[in-house]
């Protein structure tokens, strides 16, 4: 099923990003021309973002942490919101922890087992024999009682509460991931519970469950924007900025212009960065690049940036007025990459762009320049060879044209 999804995902994205023609006497073929899809500029930032948002993704999951070290960065990321956590999900954020490391130790136990199991008299393990999709099958299964053995009674009932729902589901849902959302896969007397949806999942899960909760989603928000700032002042400390000011408002008259959520000031230059953060997620729709969706994302956010280039033209003739002299950067700061990035005058970049961009000297002023730069969408990532193996094992339905 996940190669099923996955290749039916990024299929559609290619047809949305290529010019679609079809050939053959009855039109049995269909080939999709990327070149002649990238002179269409729309289609071209579909493409663009997207590679954006894949990389933004990766970047996430570069480092690998182990299951211990991942719990601790959820303990750590979320401890300010504990409170907000218990309430929403019926679990105190220390033994929803506690839990994920029991069920870890259980599953590392388990999948020693299966290795003992798989191994032939040398050692090596067969992947194509079935008795080791048995084996390893068998590890990730559990009885009731098993549960009841492996984790804490307040854990386990928080996993009943929170399963996998099959009627719940749908073909367009499950590429936004409601798979990792649910991952507990807990049946009438038997559950899978497999490490790689569980823990692959597990901060996403916790910043969506707090999200999309109307009574927590304000208190969370809130709390996760000042948090952001700091995260903005911390990647421009390394180029020599410190904090000069937060939430400086603007105004011609009396009329409110909005305000600036951080100021930075470099001592040794006196140069100034003025930043506006934006720490909403994406709607799903939008981060998984639906071309409907992304188009309307970026026409609902057309009225903000026209406030923020009015916001911009007032400091060019008025920013000694807010204690700002010498010469300044605005730059929109956003928690995950924006589609309106290709297509805006001002510079909107994600946190991770910002943390690139701001050590760059010189900086690039144009958001093209920095994103042929930073991403090199030129240089290939698979080879014909490789996508000819992917299409094999079926993980894309697509296969490169023959010469």
Same mark, same amino acid.
């Given at each position: 099923m996940a190669r099923h999804i996955n290749a039916k995902f990024e299929s559609e994205s290619l047809l949305h990003v290529g010019e679609v023609r079809v050939y053959g006497e009855r039109d049995e073929e269909c080939?999709?021309?990327? !070149?002649?899809?990238?002179? &269409?500029?729309?289609?071209?930032?579909?493409?663009?973002?997207?590679?954006? $948002?894949?990389?933004?993704?990766?970047?996430?999951? &570069?480092?690998?942490?182990?299951?211990?070290a991942l719990v601790e960065r959820l303990k750590a990321e979320y401890a300010d919101v504990a409170d907000l956590f218990e309430a929403e999900s019926g679990i105190s954020l220390a033994s929803y922890?506690?839990?994920?490391?029991?069920?870890?130790? !259980?599953?590392?136990?388990?999948?020693?087992?299966?290795?003992?199991?798989?191994?032939?008299?040398?050692?090596? $393990?067969? /992947?194509?024999?079935?008795?080791?999709?048995?084996?390893?099958a068998r590890g990730y299964a559990f009885t009731d009682a098993e549960l009841v053995e492996a984790i804490n009674?307040?854990?386990l009932a928080y996993l009943r509460h929170h399963p996998f729902d099959s009627t719940a589901q749908s073909d367009a849902e499950l590429k936004f991931h409601y798979l990792s959302?649910? /991952?507990?896969? $807990? =049946?009438? =007397?038997?559950?899978?519970?497999?490490?790689?949806?569980?823990?692959?999942?597990?901060? &996403? +899960?916790?910043?969506?469950?707090?999200?999309? +909760?109307? !009574? %927590?989603?304000?208190?969370y928000m809130a709390r996760r924007a000042v948090q952001f700032i700091d995260q903005i002042a911390v990647a421009a400390a390394r180029a020599g900025y410190k904090e000069a000011a937060r939430d400086v408002y603007l105004h011609a008259g009396k009329k409110q212009l909005g305000d600036i959520d951080l100021v930075l000031r470099n001592k040794s230059t006196g140069h100034h960065l003025l930043i506006e953060a934006k720490n909403h997620a994406l709607p799903l729709a939008v981060y998984f690049r639906a071309p409907e969706a992304v188009d309307e994302h970026v026409e609902r956010s057309r009225d903000w940036e026209r406030k923020v280039e009015r916001r911009i033209q007032h400091l060019k003739e008025h920013s000694s007025a807010y204690a700002i002299e010498g010469p300044w950067d605005y730059i929109v700061v956003t928690r995950?990459?924006?589609?309106? %990035?290709?297509? %805006?005058?001002?510079?909107?970049?994600?946190?991770d762009e910002f943390s690139h961009w701001v050590m760059q000297e010189p900086r690039p002023s144009?958001?093209?320049? $920095?994103?042929?730069?930073?991403?090199?969408?030129?240089?290939?990532?698979?080879?014909?060879?490789?996508?000819?193996?992917?299409?094999?094992?079926?993980?894309?339905? !697509?296969? /490169?044209?023959?010469?």
């Amino acid at each position: 099923m996940a190669r099923h999804i996955n290749a039916k995902f990024e299929s559609e994205s290619l047809l949305h990003v290529g010019e679609v023609r079809v050939y053959g006497e009855r039109d049995e073929e269909c080939a999709v021309d990327l !070149a002649a899809g990238m002179r &269409d500029p729309r289609r071209a930032m579909y493409l663009h973002y997207g590679l954006r $948002i894949k990389r933004s993704t990766m970047r996430g999951k &570069d480092q690998l942490l182990s299951v211990e070290a991942l719990v601790e960065r959820l303990k750590a990321e979320y401890a300010d919101v504990a409170d907000l956590f218990e309430a929403e999900s019926g679990i105190s954020l220390a033994s929803y922890c506690d839990g994920m490391l029991e069920l870890n130790a !259980a599953l590392k136990s388990r999948g020693e087992l299966s290795d003992d199991a798989c191994a032939d008299k040398k050692g090596r $393990i067969d /992947p194509e024999k079935a008795s080791t999709f048995i084996a390893v099958a068998r590890g990730y299964a559990f009885t009731d009682a098993e549960l009841v053995e492996a984790i804490n009674p307040e854990f386990l009932a928080y996993l009943r509460h929170h399963p996998f729902d099959s009627t719940a589901q749908s073909d367009a849902e499950l590429k936004f991931h409601y798979l990792s959302r649910r /991952p507990f896969l $807990i =049946g009438l =007397g038997v559950s899978v519970l497999s490490p790689d949806l569980v823990y692959d999942s597990l901060l &996403d +899960n916790t910043h969506f469950t707090l999200l999309e +909760n109307e !009574a %927590s989603k304000p208190a969370y928000m809130a709390r996760r924007a000042v948090q952001f700032i700091d995260q903005i002042a911390v990647a421009a400390a390394r180029a020599g900025y410190k904090e000069a000011a937060r939430d400086v408002y603007l105004h011609a008259g009396k009329k409110q212009l909005g305000d600036i959520d951080l100021v930075l000031r470099n001592k040794s230059t006196g140069h100034h960065l003025l930043i506006e953060a934006k720490n909403h997620a994406l709607p799903l729709a939008v981060y998984f690049r639906a071309p409907e969706a992304v188009d309307e994302h970026v026409e609902r956010s057309r009225d903000w940036e026209r406030k923020v280039e009015r916001r911009i033209q007032h400091l060019k003739e008025h920013s000694s007025a807010y204690a700002i002299e010498g010469p300044w950067d605005y730059i929109v700061v956003t928690r995950m990459p924006e589609p309106l %990035s290709h297509l %805006s005058h001002l510079l909107m970049l994600s946190l991770d762009e910002f943390s690139h961009w701001v050590m760059q000297e010189p900086r690039p002023s144009r958001f093209t320049d $920095i994103y042929a730069k930073m991403y090199r969408p030129s240089e290939a990532e698979v080879s014909v060879d490789d996508m000819r193996q992917l299409h094999a094992e079926r993980l894309i339905l !697509a296969r /490169p044209a023959e010469e």
